[in-house]
């Protein structure tokens, strides 16, 4: 697998080396390893880096040159990791095969999670895995991996609805109102604003008193809504 990568590394055009790497992505559905995925991974990440630090002595301080030669592989790197998450690769791969894969891709993304390109990768990773536990009634499981999209969109409806579908995840498993009465709070300015959408209002109210009742709050419930 080493020297698929060398091959394709010495490739200067970037557009032709990501989609080297694409056509590598195929061979490695139909090979169905994790260690194959994971290898890729580890190998696309590797100039995940932040760029070192300034040094006080000007001999110290990375050249214009360096930066380029780290951003190039960084773009080729997103490239290949978004057709792997958005383009059917995942996707196509066997339950567990998918969720090994994905949980290792999160772990790898966790320390760049603040860059944009970065984080809307994890995203569709986030959502995959959520599918596959509301497959197996993992309720809770689901609303861990879909928590971080309430903090991370920055649209107010989508926000609302994100948490929504947390805490009615959280409630459905039976064993986490704590988990779901945060989920609601950190939507509750917008749930109350003017301009939310009524019935998406309606719907935070309803949710919000089943938690009430969930933690048999019931006189709460019954006179707030």
Known sequence: MSTDYTVIDSVSDTKIRADKYKELLVTLVSKKSFADFKTLIDHCLR??????SHSTHHHDQPTSKTVVEEKTPLTVSRVVLQHMVSGGILSSLEPSLQQSVGHHLLTKLAPRGAAFDDASIAAVVRERLAHLCISSNDWRGAAELLSPSISNTTDEVSK???????ARLYLRAGNCVDQASSALLRAADVATS??????????????YAEDLYHKAEYTKAYHRY
């Open 47 to 52: 100039s995940f880096l932040p760029f070192p």
């Open 160 to 166: 609302l609805k994100a948490s929504l579908q947390v």
């Open 194 to 207: 003017p301009s939310t959408p009524q019935p998406l209002a309606i719907e935070y109210r309803q949710c």
